[in-house]
């Protein structure tokens, strides 16, 4: 069961990364991919840096924790993609459904499921 959620934890991880440098790299084409589109040089830095440093942050805490099998930290991803998909229920509330709208919740639940479930799973360090 360890090894399943550490392999999970890194492939998602890698995933993550790969998403957030794309947004460091080529904010148009990967905010395109979000239905994000800038309007001007702010709102590239904003995808840029927001962006960046939500999947980078997330991704790089999976991949050490996975590695360190260090369930603590995996908590930090868990509380960020928490609350994307609580934002985007709310947003679902607020303003309806679009074509595919399930999609990034089920992705974001299931990563979510799985650092919770590894948080618990994989030691803690000892205090």
């Known amino acids: 069961m360890r090894i399943l959620l550490t ?6 991880g890698l995933f993550y990364l790969v998403t957030g440098l794309g ?3 080529d904010p148009v084409n990967s905010g395109t991919t ?9 709102g590239l830095s904003t995808m840029r840096a927001d962006m960046t440093a939500f999947f980078v942050i997330g991704a790089v805490c999976m991949l050490f ?10 908590l930090v991803p ?6 994307a998909l609580l934002g985007r229920i709310v947003s679902v509330a607020a303003d309806g459904t679009e074509p ?5 919740m089920a992705v974001e ?19």
């Not at 595919?100 to 990034?104: H, K, R, S, T």
């Open 7 to 12: 392999a999970l934890i890194f492939v998602g």
């Open 23 to 25: 947004f460091l790299v």
């Open 34 to 42: 979000f239905g994000l589109k800038a309007a001007g040089p702010d």
């Open 65 to 74: 924790g996975a590695w360190r099998r260090n369930g603590d930290v995996l």
């Open 78 to 83: 868990a509380g960020l993609f928490g609350i």
């Open 100 to 104: 595919g709208f399930w999609l990034p």
């Open 109 to 127: 639940a299931v990563t979510v499921i799985v650092l919770l479930v590894a948080s618990r799973v994989l030691p803690h360090p000892a205090t």
